[in-house]
């Protein structure tokens, strides 16, 4: 299954005119081994500029197009974060070559914050769908769930911040489908960080 997610992070470089870094090939095999292997929750924690994000992306977007029933959740510290995560793999659905067959013909949902791809019928959520993690979520569900630098100044400088952080990354056990993946990416901001309590 490796080899499927490199052709893709390969064939996607390849459009951009960019051959792929070994670190990148690296962080993809550590995403997929999350996804595919118990308990399927991760932390990604990688040196600033490294790319980190970009896989992820890229990840995601593989995702649906090996699994295009996945439902993915996208949260950020801000709204505006994870929707520039939703916009990088909406972009990708739209001009990566094995994926011409994903995007539909009537976008209703295509937009910056949710996207979603031609699937099986019957699924409620969109394919991808971002929030703040002070967001709405309730009565959301997802497979793949995609916390991408929660932990930021703003909402880990105080004691009481990161206490609240905590309970509402809690809450998304109650979100996640049984057997889904939950996967953390980011940068420790203070010394009692909440990625000490996250499951690597």
């Not at 510290?77 to 013909?105: F, G, K, Q, W, Y």
């Not at 914050?113 to 009565?139: A, D, F």
Request: hydrophobic residues 40%; neutral net charge; proline residues 6%.
């Amino acid at each position: 299954m490796i080899q499927e997610f490199y052709n893709f992070l390969d064939t996607w470089n390849n459009v951009l005119g960019l051959s792929t870094p070994a670190h990148h090939k690296q962080i993809m095999e550590f995403l997929v081994s999350i996804w595919t292997a118990p308990p399927h929750r991760g932390l990604l924690m990688a040196f600033r500029h490294s790319g980190k994000s970009t896989v992820v992306g890229i990840f995601a977007a593989c995702v649906l197009y090996m699994r295009p029933e996945t439902r993915i959740l996208i949260l950020s510290a801000e709204s505006t974060l994870s929707a520039r995560m939703v916009s990088h793999v909406r972009h990708i659905l739209e001009n990566h070559p094995m994926c011409s067959d994903m995007v539909p013909d009537v976008k209703k949902e295509w937009a910056q914050g949710k996207i979603t791809v031609n699937r099986p019928i019957g699924i409620r959520e969109p394919s991808v769908t971002c929030q703040g993690i002070h967001g709405n979520i309730t009565g959301l569900r997802a497979d793949l769930i995609i916390c991408d630098d929660v932990e930021v100044p703003n909402t880990s400088n105080t004691a009481q911040k990161r206490e609240t952080l905590r309970e509402r990354l809690r809450e998304l056990d109650f979100i996640l489908s049984p057997s889904g993946t939950m996967i953390y990416i980011g940068t420790p901001h203070t010394l009692d960080t909440i990625y000490r309590t996250q499951e690597t």
